[in-house]
């Protein structure tokens, strides 16, 4: 079993949808959760950080982390074409430094 | 602020070959790391360096690669013969210090081995 698991998708929505972006991991240690957004040839840059259970909005973006259940959320409100891109989770185990543990990403396509 | 340089951005080489790739990371950035992202695929830690000084690279295929960064600022990833599965793109990223936990990444090498 994979340390974080990640649906790659392709997503596909129409302009103004709600989507809602998931990853699960096995390993109850990791204290520290983020999403990455990675457009096409380039490389990842951090959209949400969440530090332990809880919710927090920045925006169109709402991260939800559920550590009883190994379980983090991504919603994108009103979605805008501009937000297709590929969305990376990851995550570590303290804030010292060390390195991040990424999901495989999802695909997402929005279109007007 | 410049974000992190990678260069070359693409590189076409046959396997068996030789190849090398340089980050200069943000300026004053401590930490950096270099992660393999094979397509379709996040991601994953080859080695981090602390200043000079190599604090992981317990998944670093050390019979065919190999990493420094002199003076504590650019690295160099290289690898040497190049397999077939090695084709990837390379990210380099770095970390400021104090309590900033954020990585910022460069653009990426994209490797193809033929």
Same mark, same amino acid.
């Given at each position: 079993?994979?340390?974080?698991?990640?649906?790659?998708?392709?997503?596909?929505?129409?302009?103004?949808?709600?989507?809602?972006?998931?990853?699960?991991? *096995?390993?109850?240690?990791?204290?520290? /959760?983020?999403?990455?957004? #990675?457009? =096409?040839?380039?490389?990842?840059? $951090?959209?949400?950080?969440?530090?332990?259970?809880?919710?927090?909005?920045?925006?169109?973006?709402?991260?939800?982390?559920?550590? *009883?259940?190994?379980?983090?959320?991504? /919603?994108?409100?009103?979605? #805008?074409? =501009?937000?297709?891109?590929?969305? $990376?989770?990851?995550?570590?185990?303290?804030?010292?430094?060390?390195?991040?543990?990424?999901?495989?990403?999802?695909?997402?396509?929005?279109?007007? | 602020?410049?974000?992190?340089?990678?260069?070359?951005?693409?590189?076409?080489?046959?396997?068996?070959?030789?190849?090398?790739?340089?980050?200069?990371?943000?300026?004053?950035?401590?930490?950096?790391?270099?992660?393999?992202?094979?397509?379709?695929?996040?991601?994953?830690?080859?080695?981090?360096?602390?200043?000079?000084?190599?604090?992981?690279?317990?998944?670093?295929?050390?019979?065919?690669?190999?990493?420094?960064?002199?003076?504590?600022?650019?690295?160099?990833?290289?690898?040497?013969?190049?397999?077939?599965?090695?084709?990837?793109?390379?990210?380099?990223?770095?970390?400021?210090?104090?309590?900033?936990?954020?990585?910022?990444?460069?653009?990426?090498?994209?490797?193809?081995?033929?």
């Amino acid at each position: 079993q994979k340390e974080v698991e990640q649906d790659p998708g392709p997503l596909s929505v129409p302009e103004g949808a709600i989507v809602s972006l998931n990853c699960t991991y *096995s390993n109850s240690a990791f204290q520290y /959760f983020m999403w990455y957004r #990675q457009y =096409s040839r380039k490389g990842p840059e $951090l959209l949400m950080y969440t530090y332990s259970s809880g919710n927090k909005e920045d925006g169109r973006f709402t991260a939800q982390v559920d550590k *009883s259940s190994k379980y983090i959320s991504l /919603f994108i409100r009103d979605s #805008q074409p =501009s937000d297709s891109a590929t969305y $990376l989770c990851a995550m570590s185990y303290n804030q010292a430094g060390t390195a991040l543990i990424f999901g495989k990403g999802t695909t997402l396509s929005v279109s007007s | 602020e410049a974000g992190v340089a990678q260069s070359p951005r693409y590189k076409i080489i046959e396997k068996r070959q030789s190849v090398a790739f340089w980050c200069n990371p943000i300026s004053g950035h401590a930490t950096l790391y270099w992660y393999q992202q094979i397509l379709g695929q996040g991601p994953k830690l080859l080695i981090q360096f602390q200043n000079n000084g190599v604090v992981d690279d317990s998944q670093l295929p050390k019979d065919r690669f190999s990493a420094e960064r002199l003076k504590g600022v650019d690295s160099t990833l290289k690898i040497q013969p190049a397999k077939l599965e090695d084709s990837a793109v390379y990210l380099c990223a770095s970390r400021g210090t104090g309590g900033t936990y954020e990585q910022y990444f460069g653009p990426g090498t994209r490797l193809t081995v033929t």
